[in-house]
């Protein structure tokens, strides 16, 4: 079993003793060549151990194993599109609501306050109407009522000649 | 040297004065070409006869039912559509077409006005007259607001009475 000294070595050497007992520790080793030999020994097998893994890992040969992983994923069927949607649902819904509710004020604060102009809107400048004949400009609402309303020249010939 | 010579002289040396002062003119700035673009107006004429046979409004005169069914063209137990020709009016040019009733209808684009945001109206000169007379209707000038409608009635035709619809778009 190993003694305290040799717990705080070891915990020193992996960098988890706070930072008075650390203190404590590397006073003893500069003081005591045992120690000094164990942090050295210590040292020797960390980087033995860290070449031996970084060689295997050059010689390793990872290609069947990507092969493997990438047809795992071409097995993979695609998610049905309710999933799909409750999906992005989750993970956009609220982004989505947010940025339509912008909008939706900017269209209300930025909308005509007054209606446009009727359609059938007309103003008669001037009527020259010929001799013998009567001319007579009246409006009639349609279905929008006083917002649109359609002008009609009325023009009676008070002749038989205006007939064809 | 004749009088008359000395005030010939006289006269012409004093017309020439603005000549000899006038300064030398400005090198004039690359004219750019311009294609000048002419606005026009694409409009329908429509003939409409109103008689009072049986048989309701048109179903091509869907647009203007809810009108026609109004006095004084509620009177008329049909309105059918005769005719509808179109019209390409440039600005400023006057076009004409023959009505059923054999008058001549000219319509002149006079100027596209622009109102608030950008709405437009339009302004034209409509005639409708006998050929080469000046009855009935010899002018009138109105503004309407773009793809808008005027009717022009009274024109007796057959059994009934022709009624006139303009329908002008700016192009």
New interface residues.
């Given amino acids: 079993m190993a003694s305290r000294d040799d717990r705080d070595l070891q915990r020193y050497f992996d960098g988890e003793l706070p930072a008075r007992r650390a203190r404590q520790v590397r006073e003893r080793i500069e003081t005591s060549p045992d120690d000094g030999g164990r942090i050295a020994a210590l040292e020797s097998m960390q980087e033995a151990v860290r070449d031996a893994a970084s060689h295997a890992a050059d010689r390793a040969d990872f290609d069947p194993l990507w092969a493997r992983v990438q047809r795992g994923i071409e097995r993979e069927k695609p998610l049905p599109l309710g999933e799909r949607l409750g999906y992005w649902m989750r993970r956009w819904g609220v982004v989505v609501a947010a940025a339509t509710a912008v909008v939706l004020a900017v269209i209300i604060v930025l909308r005509?306050t007054d209606l446009?102009?009727?359609?059938?809107?007309?103003?008669?400048?001037?009527?020259?109407?010929?001799?013998?004949?009567v001319?007579t400009i009246f409006t009639?609402?349609?279905?929008a009522g006083d917002t649109g309303k359609?002008?009609?020249?009325?023009?009676?010939?008070t002749s038989a000649?205006?007939?064809? | 040297m004749p009088r008359n010579g000395l005030l010939s002289c006289a006269l012409l040396l004093m017309s020439s004065q603005p000549a000899l002062a006038a300064p030398a003119p400005k090198p004039q700035a690359p004219r750019k070409s311009v294609v000048a673009q002419v606005d026009t107006v694409s409009c329908t004429i429509r003939s409409l006869h109103g008689s009072s046979a049986p048989g309701g409004v048109d179903k091509r005169l869907r647009f203007l039912r809810k009108q026609l069914s109004r006095p004084p063209f509620s009177a008329y137990k049909t309105i059918k559509l005769l005719d509808a020709k179109q019209l390409a009016v440039p600005q400023k040019a006057t076009r004409q077409i023959k009505l059923p009733t054999g008058k001549i209808l000219k319509l002149t684009f006079r100027e596209k006005l622009l109102e608030r945001r950008g709405q437009v109206r339009l302004r034209l000169h409509l005639s409708i007259t006998p050929p080469k007379k000046t009855k009935f209707l010899p002018g009138t000038v109105y503004t309407i607001a773009d793809r808008g409608t005027l009717l022009v009635a009274g024109d007796r035709y057959k059994d009934g009475t022709l009624v006139v619809g303009i329908t002008c778009q700016h192009k």
Avoid: F, H, K, Y
């Fill in positions: 005509p446009p102009p009727p359609r059938n809107d007309v103003v008669i400048e001037s009527l020259d109407v010929g001799p013998e004949a001319g009639i609402s349609d279905e359609t002008t009609v020249i009325w023009v009676t010939e000649e205006g007939e064809q």
